[in-house]
Every structure is written in C-alpha cells, then in structure tokens.
C-alpha cells in the first residue's frame, strides 16, 4: 500500500512504576478511536502503544518489591497490556523498552548523534533532594531547602549532553513553517515561547544508576530516560533498519497523542533528536488535558485515582468510552463526576440513541414482516434527513483529522436528534392504518439513517454500534465507510433478528429499572 494511504498513530508508552489509571486509558483510547476511525475509512493504520522501563524509578520499585528489576517489569508491564485487552483497545504493537529491538535502536540513534557530534560529555551538577527524587535549581531554592521543604545536597556526576541549544532556531522554523505540528493551539504557543526563552543542552545520561540501556563505548553511563523513551516510536517501525517496509511506510509518525505534561518532551527534544540524526520528525503532537475526580486533582495521597477497569465494571466500556471523548473537549481539562457520567450514559446513550433504534427497529418488526421494508417516493423531509446521515462522513472526518472527538460526537448527536424528531413528527405507528406505504417509505428511512449513525458510531462505541449493524443484518464485510451513502443501502425484503436494546440505563442503587 501506499504512504499516502498509512497511518501512523501512537500513545505515550507509560512508566511501569505506576498501576494503570484514568491516565493511561484516556490517551490510548483517543488513540484507539482515531485507529479505528482510520481504519473504517480505508487507511492502512499503525497503532502503537507500550511501556516504558527503565530508570531509577524502576530500579528503586523492583528493589523494593524484593525483585530483580527484569523480573519486576515483566509483570508490570503485563497489567498494560492487559489493560488494552480490557478497554477492547485495536494496537497493532506493543512495545516494552527493555526489549532488544529497543536497545539497538536507541543505541544505534545514539551513535548517529554522536557522529555528528550533537552528544559531548560533560559534568551534571544541580541541588539534589533524595528525599524528593529529583534536581533542582539555585532559583528553585528556599532558604537553601527544596521547594517542598526537603534538605538538598549539591551532587556533580559525568553526564553526556545533547546539544539541544544548537536547535532552537532551526525548531522554531519548524513550528512555523508547520502550523498544524503542536495542537492545540495554546498549547503550540507555549511551546514556542518556551523555545523562544533559550535551550539549554540536555543531560542524556547517568551514571548513578544501572538500570538503562548502556551508553554505546562507555559502559559507565545508562541512558536517562528522554532519549530512551521517545525513540520507541522509531523502533516501533523498524528504526534502525530505515529500509523496513514499516519504517518507510509509517514514517514519520502521522500524530504522537500526549498528556499536556509530556508535551514539552515531544515537541521540543524529540524533533531535535531526530533533526539532529537527519531523520524527518512526526507530522504532528496532540496535548490533551488532565482529568479530575468529583472536582479534585486526582494524586496518590489523596486516594482517588480513578481505576478504568472498575469505570467499564460499573457502566460499561461502550459508555466510558462515550463519556471520556464527549464530555471533555480534547484538549481541555476535564471533570469526572458520577453524575456527569450517567447523565451521559443514560440522556445521550439510552434515550436518545439507544430508543430512536428500539422504536424503528420494534415497528420493522410488528409491522413490517421483520424484515427492511420497501421505501416509495421520498418526500422532502425524507430527503433531508437521508442527506443529513449522508453528510456526517465528511464532517467526521474533519474532526477526527482535528483529534475533535467531542465535535464528531455532537455532529452524530445532532442527527440522531433529527432522527428522533422526524418519528414524532411523521407518526409512523399512526400511518400503519392510514397508509402503510408511506409508513414503509418513514420505517425505511430511518433504518438507512440509523445505518449511517452506527457506523460511524463504530470508532467510539464499537459494542452497541455493532449490536445495531447485527440487528439491521449489515454483513461484517459491508461495515467500512465504503459503504456509507446510498450505493450500500439496506436492501428492502433482508430479513431481520428481533430487536433488543443496545445501551441499558444505569439505575442507581435501590431504584428500580424505570
Ligand atoms: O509520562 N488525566 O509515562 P506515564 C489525564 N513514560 N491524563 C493523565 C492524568 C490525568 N489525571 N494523569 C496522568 C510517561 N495522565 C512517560 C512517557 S512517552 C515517550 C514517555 C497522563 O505513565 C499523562 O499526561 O507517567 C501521560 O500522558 C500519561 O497519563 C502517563 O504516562
């Protein structure tokens, strides 16, 4: 297949140290959405996701588990994976950095920089806090202490550098020459004043811990964690072997989806990394934001971090999935709340989608001999309708070429309202005996409007969609967008299964099903 038709989409790979959160399962299914989008529409799609194992984090973690650090990622890792099996996500790899594809592609772009002299070996010096974990600046002092309190000692150890500072200008050519590079748009400003403020070179090594890929010809150093991380999305695709069929297919990445915290990683150090090594960047890096729970910033002491699992236990994974990309515009912060999520799962999911198929597809049923009955002349209401479901193609996939999930999600609500108002308004169960052509011409409109709604529903809520397609009896093979429009229109006569509903209510404790 050809470049033009690829596509390249991948997660961050996440920190094994950590077990998997709201985090973690909002970015892959943003990218698990669009990877189905993608794919529905024909393209040939990469998705990759995966974990990312090194560090001394890690090393601490697994020493503290009483476990070899090997040991210790292996399991894991292993919840990750499980966690994409359990949120019915579609990746095409999963990749581990302690893998050998890993190692010798991180090390062989380490190399290529270095022969081009972008790494020099310096001196890494900075207050340290054991307590906190981490280095901090003379201006990030407080009275000689950490800014949190904890005493600081000054710590000087051998680091290799990249020369990050040498690339600020050819980086802000980069972001303007390329408009569409960093989304969304705040977020492209702040990483351009930041560029804008002055690089300083970047520290790419340790020699404080051991657990990371070994620094090609000094053993005494492992990588620290930028350089190593953010080459997974190369090695995914074949790096360093650059005549691959995936590397040539898939790169450059088509969009890196990130967390607003990790942005600055992707869109600073990563293109220059690759700037510097003659390789082409990504096309493009989406921030999204942070979500928080009833109101409070989700964090470890506080006890609220939200386990997706136990979400897709209490609601469902079609209606998580919903929530997650239509409450919140991607991009923005969001909030989670219980009652914001069954107000979505029970007003959007249950009433307004899940009864517009009961109601059509219950009359196909009783009055139409079950099966896809034979339309008439369509009258301008008809038309207007069947035009609306024909038109949402085109307008998803501008959203979804925006990562403007909740827009695309608004846009197929909108006709699913317009559906619902045309039933009250053309009163199909009233034509059956004032005129049962005209009732047939209605049932069968709206049959091929619930058609177009649930296939494109399918990136979203793959289970009901596929539910409403299994009711409608659309053949697996016939479920693409090339099916979308009128040449794959439900034939009158195709017999159909009795109808069941596809997205059940959510009845609070102690009420009953209303
Ligand atoms: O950062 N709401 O790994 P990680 C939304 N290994 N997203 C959140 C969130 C919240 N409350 N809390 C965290 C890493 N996240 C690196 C990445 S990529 C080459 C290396 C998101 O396990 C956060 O923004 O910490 C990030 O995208 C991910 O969860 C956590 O990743």
Redesign the pocket.
Known sequence: MSRANAYYI?????????AP????A??SLACDALARFMRLDGREVKFLTG??EHGQKVEKAASAAGEAPQAFVERMSRRFSRLSDQMGFTNDDFIRTTEQRHVASVQRLWRELAARDQIYLGVYAGWYSVRDEAFYTESDLVDGMAPTGAPVEWVEEPSYFFRLSAWQDRLLEHYENNPDFIAPETRRNEVISFVKGGLVDLSVSRTSFRWGVPVPDDPDHVMY??ID?????ITGVGYPDTAHPEYRRFWPADV???????LR??AVY?PAFLMAAELPPPKRVF???????EGR??SKSLGNI?DPVALVERYGLDQVRYFLLREVPFGN??DFSHRAMVSRMNDDLANDFGNLVQRVLSMVNRNCDARVPEPGALEDADEKLLAAAHALLDELRDSFARQSFHTALIRLWEVIGAANRYVDEQAPWALNKTDPARMRTVLYVLAETIRHLAVLAQPITPGGAGRILDQLAVDEGARGFASLGPDGALVPGTPLAKPEGVFPRYVEAGQGAR
């Not at 959160?21 to 973690?24: K, L």
């Not at 890196?256 to 990790?262: R, S, T």
């Not at 921030?287 to 729970?293: D, F």
Request: charged share 15%; no cysteine.
């Open positions: 991948t997660s961050p790979i996440y920190y094994v140290n950590d959160h709201i985090g973690h909002y970015t974990t990312d964690v930028w991380a953010l080459t997974n999305y890196h989806l990130v967390g607003k915290d990790i990683f992707h990563w921030a999204h934001g942070w979500w928080t729970n910033k989700i939200i912060d969001g």
